[in-house]
């Protein structure tokens, strides 16, 4: 791995602890809480690609593993791993993975490829992955999970949205472009 892509990985790392400060909105009939920090899963898999997205999630993940508060409400720890939302945290890297892989294919880049990535794939695979992990844990029906869950969605749709646009206006902008164009080309040189 190069400096630079250590520093991309390690920036969205960051990112992601500083969208953890800001306070969760906690409802009364569930325990996973609303959060931004689906914002951050959306810009690393759109903005560096299927690995390093992959990777950035992957470290944040370790590091709230190892007891770092950096997830929204100041948590932290192996405890938020056996908890209700563990289903959610595990679906990041794979998400951001996913949502990299499917930006590359495309030859030419528009506004409504990202956001249809983002949309469907995106917040579709992170709820395919949470729900029934969330419906074990509370030990509830699979259906009572995916009721509980629609609360999310008016403002993951939102967060896809607001990704969507600021994915489709850095990947253009000449500096960032520039500077991730070799690990988009590494990426597909590697054939994901």
């Known amino acids: 791995m190069k400096i630079k892509e250590i520093t991309y990985v390690a920036m969205f790392a960051a990112v992601m602890g500083v969208l953890g400060q800001v306070p969760p909105i906690m409802l009364s009939f569930t325990p996973v809480p609303i959060t931004l920090q689906t ?3 959306i ?3 759109g903005l560096l690609g299927a690995r390093l997205g992959a990777m950035s999630q992957t470290v944040f993940l370790l590091l709230v593993a190892v007891g770092m508060p950096l997830l929204s409400g100041g948590r ?7 908890g209700p939302s563990v289903g959610y945290l595990i679906s990041w890297p794979i998400t951001a993975f996913c949502i990299g892989f499917l930006l590359s294919r495309f030859q030419t880049l528009k506004l409504q490829h ?4 983002n ?3 995106g917040i579709l695979l992170i709820y395919l992955i949470g729900i029934p992990i969330q419906a ?3 030990e509830i029906p699979f259906l009572t999970a995916v009721k509980l869950s629609l609360v999310y969605i008016p403002g993951d749709v939102l ?3 607001l990704a969507s646009f600021l994915v489709y206006k850095l990947r253009k902008h000449p500096v ?3 500077s991730l164009a070799t690990s988009y080309s590494y990426q597909s040189s590697k054939n994901i």
Request: no cysteine; net charge positive; charged share 5%.
């Open 39 to 41: 914002l951050g899963v």
């Open 43 to 45: 810009l690393s898999g």
């Open 76 to 82: 932290g720890g192996l405890s938020v791993f056996a």
């Open 114 to 117: 990202v956001l249809l990535i």
């Open 119 to 121: 949309l469907t794939v």
């Open 136 to 138: 074990v844990i509370m």
């Open 159 to 161: 967060k896809a949205i």
């Open 176 to 178: 960032f472009s520039r």
